[in-house]
């Protein structure tokens, strides 16, 4: 079965730390892989989108890895700030005959950044 | 340059009550969905429409019914709505399906 489970749950940090949010894929055929971020209150926004040949890719502070052999990623967030404070939803693409730009969804990573 | 928008942003109803929610997105994509994202759930997609005339059923369709009444917008319906359909819904677009989706701000939806 198609999943993607992310850990921890919930996270809540001082700002300036650094965090990493982990995300596990069980999806075949991968096709990629994106990290969306989420305020309270608002719609997900793209952050990256990694392919299977791309290990690394980062915006701004947030840095995000892949590794498709163990089918994990990582989304590592530098320097936090209070308006890193929201939700981190893992999303891995799926294609094929009939799972073409199929999605499917984490349950997501609920950040808290602390002054 | 609006992005995705959905109307109302908050919606009470009483059980049995039908109401029509709506998206449009100026963005010339060929893709649509609805999601609704329910607490420790994530997000669960609803119905799609990978491009304009069609659409497809999604993880939790039932109770749902949706119209893309044009390239631009894409309606969802609850003929008769029942508490469990209490919930946030979010409308999303995209070039094409699989391609990064951009999502609208959400509409909280409340059946008594």
């Known amino acids: 079965k198609n999943q993607v489970e992310q850990s921890p749950q919930s996270l809540i940090i001082l700002e300036g730390k650094n965090c990493t949010l982990q995300c596990n894929y069980t999806v075949s055929p991968f096709s990629n892989l994106r990290w969306y971020k989420q305020d309270t209150g608002r719609g997900p926004v793209s952050l990256t989108i990694m392919t299977f040949s791309e290990n690394t890719k980062s915006n701004g502070r947030y840095t995000a890895t892949l590794d498709a052999d163990t089918k994990q990623s990582s989304l590592h967030i530098t320097a936090s700030q209070l308006s890193d404070s929201a939700s981190y939803i893992c999303v891995v693409s799926s294609h094929g005959s009939s799972n073409t730009g199929k999605l499917i969804f984490g349950q997501g990573t609920t950040l808290q950044v602390k002054p | 340059n609006a992005g995705v928008t959905q109307t109302p942003k908050f919606q009470v109803l009483k059980t049995g009550q039908s109401m029509t929610l709506q998206c449009a997105q100026d963005m010339n994509h060929n893709s649509m969905y609805w999601y609704r994202q329910d607490p420790g759930m994530g997000l669960r997609l609803i119905y799609y429409?990978?491009?304009?005339?069609?659409?497809d059923k999604g993880e939790v369709p039932n109770g749902y019914n949706v119209s893309r009444l044009n390239k631009r917008e894409f309606s969802l319906r609850l003929e008769s709505a029942a508490p469990s359909q209490t919930s946030v819904y979010f409308c999303?677009?995209?070039?094409?399906?699989?391609?990064?989706?951009?999502f609208g701000p959400g509409t909280r939806l409340t059946v008594l």
């Open positions: 999303a677009s995209s070039e094409e399906r699989g391609d990064t989706q951009y």
């Open positions: 429409s990978a491009s304009e005339g069609t659409t």
